[in-house]
């Protein structure tokens, strides 16, 4: 048996330098930045969109110390030292849903190619490059297919090509992709927690006439598919079920459950739901779904008279791992606190549908009442 003297894990699906990226190649670095910045004007309200390049300009001096000038609209100018490096590329690119990358520079995992006559040398010369283009841009009336691009790829001549003046068509096209890059949804019941207020595990309380726990699987599996929905445990003999999580960051509560569930795998969005919950229902999660905005780090209800957002009721996209893990990094471990400092959408709702249930006297009022939660 082969000896591994690291762990195996899970990996997020990158590219080169960014989970979703295409480079632009195939005409002068002016047109291809000219083409990114139409792009991005069409559809910077819905995405967020980076553009890598290289400067030509190797006379610049090197500067003496990093510099970052904000400004109180959110906009900052930075001026630093760095390599090019990948590895930490991919954890600055984490947070786009799409990275434009100048393809005269950088290769990319998948590619627009644009055929400019006066470029067949450059074309030519980064052949090997265009295994997996989108699709393909005349830059005029006059521009053709080389010969040698045939050859390589014949399939080339049934991609849909469009005029470089056709920005309208090409950015419809770009979100598409954009789109069949987001992330399905997993299900993520939390019932590691001790249940020390309650007296008793709030998982196997019956609301509906069945454990909350099995109530809620029951309630997702409406629209995620059982076999995507997992329970998060403290350790192994907490549940003797296959669909367990169990807790790789010890007694940091929903906090290491959630970053457990992207250990376990980080290329999906995590619909991460509490037991002590007991007024969601399905209305409550086909809001929550179909108002997510896969663009943001996290889509969260709050309730109209809150003041902070219900993380343990919330779909957690796969850009919110690495920032979870900085916060720990720093010493902060309250989900909460995460999606306050952070870019996520908010769905205000009635206070009471994201009540938290955690005594006994609690629980033993709502059996009782049966309240009956107004959803306005």
Known sequence: MKHQKHKNLSKRENGNFAPNEISVLGTKCSIITDLVQKIVENIKKKHKIA??????NFEKETPRVDIF??????????????????YHLKIVFNAYDLVFINGNH???????????????????????????????IKLNKNSNFFDFLIEKYPHIKNLKCYDYKDIES???????????KTASI?????????????????????????????FLVDLLSNSISKNNIFYSVRDENQLYENQVITDKFINFGPFGGICSAFI????????????DLPFIDKKTIDLLLTKR????????????????????????????????????AQGYSCPRKVLINNDVEV??????????????????????TNIKIKRN
């Open 264 to 275: 376990h795998n980080p290329n999906k969005a995590w619909l991460v739901i509490a037991t």
């Open 170 to 180: 090409i950015s419809k096209h770009t979100e598409n992709l954009i789109q069949q």
């Open 51 to 56: 553009y890598f390049d290289a400067s030509h």
């Open 106 to 136: 950088y290769q990319a995992q998948q590619q627009i190619l644009i055929l400019d006559n006066e470029k067949e040398a450059s074309i030519l010369k980064r052949l090997e490059q265009l295994d997996n283009i989108q699709f393909v």
């Open 293 to 328: 905005n896969s663009s943001k780090i996290a889509t969260t209800f709050k309730g109209k008279n809150k003041k902070f957002p219900e993380p343990l009721i919330t779909i957690w996209e796969p850009r919110a791992y690495p920032i979870l893990l900085n916060y720990l």
């Open 69 to 86: 000038t904000f400004n109180k609209n959110g906009f900052v100018e930075k001026t630093e030292i760095q390599k090019d490096n990948p």
């Open 347 to 368: 769905i205000n709702i009635n206070d009471d549908l994201i009540e938290n249930v955690n005594t006994k006297e609690a629980f033993n009022n709502v059996k009782k």
């Open 186 to 214: 997993n299900g993520l019941i939390l019932i590691g927690g001790k249940s020390t207020r309650m007296g008793t595990d709030k998982s196997k309380l019956d609301y509906h006439g069945k454990p909350q726990r099995k």
